[in-house]
């Protein structure tokens, strides 16, 4: 098992800003619309350079043990000097998985399991050291040629997009049929994401006392049953978009009573923590709602005034996600259906 290797390089500035639609007819089409499709994995840069490849996620993780890392190094080497891609790692075992099961494949060190982490092309930056400006039709019949002989690297399924029709057509195979998280649309300088079911990470700000009855029954012996979420805005302001049950699980319900020791603050209703545990929470649909933002000061949380956002329509805790902060790139207003962030109104 290879040593882990970190650098200092940084590449969130590197992930595309995607606004999130919930149907496809909301995407504007040009002449150069481009859908592709997207996976449950994990964002990288990938280098190839004097013949060796390896990728850097946006913690710093230098990979350079990956199978599918030497099918890049012989399908570019007598075709480039130099490149950089930016790619998604993701894990294929007979179906696209998800990605606890992608975390655990390319954590194992076991030589099985990482030769289904395969390599999916969003994107070509640079070719010896030239930036590409291509549009992204040109780089993805480009990619597709160099790694046309790979069988874990490829770009990820995409076509050119003439009408909506097609994006339907598109969708019903990769995402009904095959599994695939959703879909992704280039179009006009903007970038578009589409879920089956609606997906948002949120960081805890505070525990619910009450149950949607009223009663603090559970609260009162040791039980976390609801949990009250916000998204971050570019200020680094956080923006409620509501609560979220925690389960019927009493053990992940006494597990979260351990939040209790992040307090900062209490109210009749609600006990404040501090930000840290971002969750991803799945809903069936949203709607406009108007939202209180708050700043926290490191110490605690003080209200600056109201904003028309959304509240999610039967929200489910899916996951922690110990992976990210509470930080504009990682639970930002991108998340949100553009639509309604263009409706918001600061107060």
Known sequence: MEKAVFVDEKIDHLKPNMKLVKDFREIPLSNSTVAQVKVDGEFNL??????????????GRKRMDLPALREVEGALGELVK????????YAIDGKPLKLPQFLHYIKSGDPNLLTKVHIGVWDILSINGNTIKNNY??????????????????????IKVEKHADIQRFWNKYVTELGYEGLVFRTNGEIYKMKPKGEIDAVIVAINK??????????????????HLAV?????????????????NNQLRTALWKLMEFKVSE???????????????????????????????????????????????????????????????DIG?????YKFIMKGEKT
């Open 82 to 89: 130099e490149a950089e891609l930016l790619i998604e790692l």
């Open 232 to 248: 971050m805005d570019d200020d680094g302001r956080f923006i409620e978009i509501g609560d979220c049950a925690s389960g019927i």
């Open 137 to 158: 039709l040109w780089k993805y019949d480009e990619a597709s040629m160099w790694f046309s002989n790979c069988s874990m690297v490829r770009v990820l399924p995409y």
């Open 210 to 227: 009450k149950n949607s009855y009223g009663k603090a029954t559970l609260f009162k012996d040791g039980l976390v049953t609801s949990l």
């Open 333 to 337: 207003l991108n998340q949100i259906p």
């Open 267 to 329: 109210d009749e209703n609600k006990v404040w923590i501090k930000p840290f545990v971002v969750c991803t929470i799945e809903y069936t649909d949203i709607f406009e709602s108007e939202n209180t933002i708050y700043m926290h000061d490191g110490k605690s949380y003080i209200e600056q005034g109201k904003t028309k956002l959304i509240r999610l329509r039967h929200p489910r805790l899916i996951k922690f996600r110990a992976d990210k902060k509470a930080t504009p790139n």
């Open 46 to 59: 990938l280098r190839f350079k004097n013949g060796c490849a390896y990728t850097i996620n946006r913690w």
